[in-house]
């Protein structure tokens, strides 16, 4: 009983975690890329990665908080402008080659020894190097607080506050993509996804629209980035080809296309995952399978569940089983 | 020289313009009083086989022009080069290619377009439709019918955001769209997600939304293909109306009863060049056209009985019998 109250317990606070919320930021951003415009990014964690780098850095060089949020976010752009550039010309497999490249070059640039005093290596960024100035603009004060059965500090490494932004965070992000998907911009951008010379032949600038896209996805990336390492730390390692897919795997479970499909998604993904894993613990004995291998096991569970999604409810949680009915 | 031609030409009416072919001598790459599409040299090849070879065609304004010829004459290619989403193998490049004099040029309404992007061809006034058509599947019927509206304020990333600045401008594009779409018999279509149309409709929903646009000419790549015959009947109104309303037409098509009954003037391809042009009934007599492309009995209904003469149905019936009497031998062996 104990233990199913721990699985219980755990999948209900994975929900709320400031790392899930990071993860839905950038899961949005790849929503408007992948589900809205129809662009193959197979490299979501580089922009994660990038604005990461850039807001750690920019703490550790003595920049106030602000400072540092928009060097991420101009990471982001900047990031999205050199891999657009060349690229959006071309046919949309050829953008997930190259975007997958391009986050490993970031990851390994990272990982450089070469850069150690900067990016601390394949080792990264301690939290403490540029937490501070986020806890410092806590308005919640000190001690700690029970909400439901949680109870978590105001401000501490990884307590309300954080929760609080960076949730705050994803519905205003959520809002915004609602805002401009309902409006003639969102209309040219899902006319991209159907078919883009249509939209050509009647005088919109793909190239144009394409590349607005790639930054505006680029940039909740970049901001997804920051917030996934606020509560913990900077390591390149996190931030590697599997966060790519795992945010793919939510948004594709919540529904692409969707305004709350890649939140529920993320949420439902974290949530499911503990639960495999520690239903596997509880019943499946020690000398089957220890710790360690519940935890792999889980994973491959995910592989497997995103296999099955794509195959048989492509449109995910919350999709429009209309909008299937007709080859694209 | 045409941008004078542009502006003189806003003067003249529908007829006058019409009355104007009369002059114009039955040749191939014949001069029009009243161009509004220039093309001079282009050249498209893919590998050795050289697709599309104009020298010279000229299209009249406020007039229905329609191109025929024969499967892969490059009529479909032609459209694609001078719409800006083909470039010709003969246009003139930084290093080397063709002389000034030999490179590929064509001007739209006094605009030279020679290398300009597909986009930026249809903001000059020359939207053109697909022989394939290309509807947004999973946006509704009027979605689809709204993108095709220009000047777009909501289309700025930044006015998108918030919704009073283009509500109105999106109301009067409504608006419009539900009269286009009234026109085209697609109204109570117009919540359908556009890949439930049917291929007949999709061309319909394709040409109400080219109009959108408001087009200084539209360019209709087998406007017909698919389209049962009572629709036919209004489509050829309303292109005829669009001309009456001062848009020039040209158009693809194979059916030539369909070309005789509206077009003004008729260019024929035939192996990517300009083989024939003139009003439709001279040319479709013209020997060279017959040969190519519309065969000796394109007069012909072949579908008609009056076609089986009597001579013809002995012949059948004869044939008939003999077939019957072979079958019979052979069920007794």
Redesign the interface.
């Known amino acids: 009983m104990d233990g199913i109250i721990k699985i219980l317990y755990d999948m209900s606070a994975s929900m709320i975690l400031p790392t899930t919320a990071a993860f839905v930021i950038a899961a949005i951003g790849l929503n408007v890329h992948f589900g809205f415009t129809g662009l193959l990014n197979m490299g979501q964690a580089g922009f994660m990665l990038i604005g990461a780098y850039g807001f750690a850095i920019s703490i550790g060089a003595g920049l106030p908080f602000w400072a540092a949020f928009f060097i991420a976010i101009f990471a982001g752009i900047a990031f999205a402008l050199i891999l657009g550039i060349p690229t959006l010309q071309l046919r949309g497999d050829y953008l997930a080659i190259v975007t997958i490249a391009a986050a490993e070059i970031i990851r390994m640039v990272g990982r450089a020894s070469i850069l150690n005093d900067i990016t601390g290596g394949s080792n990264g960024l301690t939290g403490e190097s540029f937490r501070n100035p986020f806890a410092e603009m806590s308005i919640f004060g000190d001690g700690q607080t029970q909400i439901l059965w949680f109870e978590f500090d105001n401000t501490g490494v990884n307590g309300w506050w954080s929760r609080a932004v960076t949730w705050f965070m994803v519905f205003l992000f959520a809002a ?1 993509v609602w ?2 998907m ?7 951008i ?2 991209i ?3 883009e ?10 190239f144009s629209f394409k590349m ?1 896209s790639l930054v ?1 996805g680029g940039v909740l990336g970049a901001i997804g980035g920051v917030m996934f390492i606020l509560p913990t730390s900077l390591q390149p390692d996190a931030m590697g080809r599997n966060m790519t897919f795992l945010i793919w795997t939510a948004m594709l479970l919540g529904g692409a296309a969707t305004i709350f499909g890649p939140i529920l998604g993320s949420i439902v993904f974290f949530a499911l995952r503990l639960m495999v894993q520690g239903t596997m613990r509880l019943i499946v004995p020690d000398a089957w399978m220890n710790i360690q291998q519940t935890e792999q096991f889980s994973w491959i569970m995910v592989g497997v569940a995103l296999m099955l999604l794509v195959i048989f409810r492509p449109q995910g949680m919350i999709g429009n089983k ?2 299937l ?2 080859n ?1 | 020289m045409s941008s004078s031609v542009a502006s003189s030409a806003s003067t003249k009416t529908v007829a006058e313009y019409r009355a104007d072919l009369k002059n114009v001598p039955h040749k191939p790459g014949a001069r029009k009083p009243e161009p509004i599409l220039k093309v001079k040299n282009v050249r498209r090849d893919f590998g050795g086989l050289t697709a599309v070879d104009v020298d010279h065609v000229e299209v009249q304004r406020g007039v229905i022009t329609a191109l025929i010829g024969p499967n892969g004459a490059g009529k479909t290619t032609f459209f694609n080069l001078i ?3 083909d470039k010709p193998s003969s246009s003139k490049r930084t290093f080397g290619g063709p002389s000034a004099a030999d490179a590929a040029s064509w001007s739209f309404n006094g605009r030279a377009l020679g290398n300009t ?4 061809v ?2 000059s006034g020359m ?4 022989q394939l058509t ?6 509704t019927v009027l ?1 689809n019918m ?3 509206a ?1 000047h ?1 304020s ?4 930044f ?3 918030i ?1 009073p600045l ?1 509500r109105k401008q ?1 109301e009067a594009n409504t608006q419009k769209a539900l009269a286009l779409l009234d026109r085209f018999k697609l109204l109570d279509k117009k919540d359908d ?1 556009a ?2 149309l049917s291929g007949g409709q999709k061309k319909l929903l ?1 040409m109400a ?2 109009l ?2 408001d087009p200084v000419m539209i360019m209709l790549d087998e406007p017909m293909a698919g389209v049962n015959p009572a629709l036919t009947q209004s489509l050829l109104g309303h292109i005829q109306s669009l001309r009456d309303d001062g848009m020039t037409v040209l158009f693809v098509e194979h059916d030539m009863h369909m070309v005789r009954h509206i077009s003004d003037w008729v260019i024929v391809m035939a192996e990517g060049r300009v083989v024939a042009e003139g009003p439709a009934d001279t040319v479709m007599s013209d020997q060279a056209v017959v040969d190519a492309y519309l065969g000796a009995h394109h007069d012909t209904d072949l579908g008609d009985d009056k076609f089986i003469t009597d001579t013809a149905a002995v012949r059948i019936e004869r044939a008939v019998a003999e077939e019957d009497a072979r079958t019979a031998k052979k069920t007794k062996k």
């Open positions: 915004i805002l401009l309902r409006s003639p911009w969102g209309r040219v899902k006319s996804r159907e078919d010379d249509a939209v050509r032949s009647l005088g919109k600038n793909v607005q505006v209309k909008e009915n007709f694209v | 719409t800006g989403f992007s597909a986009a930026a249809a903001k939207v053109r439709t697909f290309k509807a947004l599947s999973r946006l979605q709204l993108l095709g220009q777009q909501g289309e700025n990333f006015v998108a955001l919704k283009w999106e997600l890949g439930s394709e939304r080219a959108m646009s």
